[in-house]
Antibody
């Protein structure tokens, strides 16, 4: 059974940094693209970033380019999202997703709140 | 403002058939696969339809997807109370080099 468990969310001040993690199990992690998708409170879904199986290709939504970095450790079956220079508009639940097609399986999400 | 356009709400009574539309452009729906997600209240989204009209294992055949030109639709037949949820369409956009979502449709079962 595919399981994706996010962690690392919390309250951070504007301009601060946070690192999200996603622990994957139930599938061969190193064989698939992985993604981060976020959802602001009461709002819709927004794709944030994705990363190729071996980490050699990474893509980002324009609003986070230069501030967020997606990475993975295939030995640890883990996905990460390093978020720097955080803004109020980054406040959202961040979901880790297994991308066999686009977003086939989702974690339960971790809440990031950017506020002073 | 979302790149893909969905009606904000839809409704139906138990047993009815409802459809949810998703409108895009030639750079997304017109040239790429469409995906549909169901988000029950307080939970993570779940893949409902992939590659326009394919159902993942475990998704009832009451749910079906279709695409024509730059628009797509999700149909739910035999509506049930547990179908009350938010539904999102998504597609890759060649111009933006990004996955784009619709704004979501809140389905109410009356």
């Amino acid at each position: 059974e595919v399981q994706l468990v996010e962690s690392g969310g919390g309250l951070v001040q504007p301009g601060g940094s946070l690192r999200l993690s996603c622990a994957a199990s139930g599938f061969t992690f190193s064989r698939y693209w992985m993604s981060w998708v976020r959802q602001a409170p009461g709002k819709g879904l927004e794709w944030v970033a994705n990363i190729k199986e071996d980490g050699s290709e990474k893509y980002y939504v324009d609003s986070v380019k230069g501030r967020f970095t997606i990475s993975r450790d295939n030995a640890k079956n883990s996905l990460y999202l390093q978020m720097n220079s955080l803004r109020a508009e980054d406040t959202a639940v961040y979901y880790c997703a297994l991308s066999i097609t686009i977003f086939d399986y989702w974690g339960q999400g971790t809440l990031v709140t950017v506020s002073s | 403002q979302s790149v893909l356009t969905q009606p904000p709400s839809a409704s139906g009574t138990p047993g009815q058939r409802v459809t949810i539309s998703c409108s895009g452009s030639s750079s997304n729906i017109g040239s790429q696969y469409v995906y549909w997600y169901q988000q029950l209240p307080g939970t993570a989204p779940k893949l409902l339809i992939y590659r326009n009209n394919q159902r993942p294992s475990g998704v009832p055949d009451r749910f079906s997807g279709s695409k024509s030109g730059t628009s797509a639709s999700l149909a739910i037949s035999g509506l049930r109370s547990e179908d009350e949820a938010d539904y999102y369409c998504a597609a890759w956009d060649d111009s933006l080099s990004a996955v784009v979502f619709g704004g979501g449709t809140k389905l109410t079962v009356l």
